[in-house]
């Protein structure tokens, strides 16, 4: 069973930091990972998506790599600002009705 | 923002009552999807569909029904709704090319509350 595991649970960094989230998981035989961002009371925005034959992923400051075969991805944020605060979630997909999502990174910028 | 409606928004029901949820589609796409979200779990996929009516559970299905009789507008049903499904949920699509392949984007959610 797929198990996807988000460490740590919240972090605080002060403004202009750069950092690293992580996303672990269980069965390497994946389609996609996704990156999603949800800030408190909304929905999900998606962040980033990398195919299984992908290694890595950019969208402005956001890059997020994957090595399926030790199972993890990660999400690194460039130069941080306060409205990059919210919780940070990864979903793994191997097949339509399998995905996993991670409980998420509560990521708070300190100004 | 992908064009994706939820509605209700919010809701309060009683054990035992029927509840109907729906989500509303502008983007034509393919796929559809029901999710809920709760402390400690997590989102949780209920059920999926892959067109019009072509549906299929997902992880935590018992308890709900869904239907697709259109592109644009997926059900979710709870037939005699239960305290254990007091849950923020979450509608989403994707479509180019399928979950397999695509991103998925995500509607604003209905928060919904058994009494």
């Known amino acids: 069973k797929q198990e996807v595991t988000q460490i740590p649970a919240a972090l605080s960094v002060p403004e202009g930091e750069n950092l690293v989230l992580n996303c672990s998981f269980t069965?390497?035989?994946?389609?996609?990972l996704q990156w999603f961002r949800q800030d408190p009371g909304k929905g999900l925005t998606s962040l980033l998506l990398?195919?299984?034959?992908?290694r890595e992923q950019t969208s402005g400051r956001l890059n997020a790599s994957l090595d399926k075969s030790s199972g993890r991805s990660t999400l690194y944020i460039a130069a941080s600002q306060p409205g990059d605060s919210a919780t940070y979630l990864c979903a793994v997909s191997s097949s339509a009705s399998k995905i996993i999502f991670g409980s998420g990174t509560r990521l708070s910028i300190r100004p | 923002d992908a064009g994706i409606t939820q509605s209700p928004r919010h809701k309060v029901t009683e054990t035992g009552t029927p509840v109907t949820l729906r989500c509303h589609q502008t983007?034509?796409?393919?796929?559809m999807y029901w999710y809920r979200q709760d402390p400690g779990h997590g989102l949780r996929l209920i059920h999926y569909s892959y067109g019009v009516k072509d549906t299929d559970k997902g992880e935590v299905s018992d308890g709900y029904s869904v239907s697709r009789s259109k592109t644009e507008d997926f059900l979710l049903t709870l037939e005699s709704a239960t305290s254990s499904q007091t849950s923020v949920y979450f509608c989403?699509?994707?479509?180019?090319?399928?979950?397999?392949?695509?991103?998925?984007?995500f509607g604003p959610g209905t928060r919904l509350t058994v009494l």
């Open positions: 069965d390497s035989a994946i389609y996609n």
């Open positions: 989403a699509i994707s479509g180019l090319a399928g979950v397999l392949a695509d991103t998925q984007y």
């Open positions: 990398i195919q299984s034959s992908q």
């Open positions: 983007e034509n796409h393919r796929y």
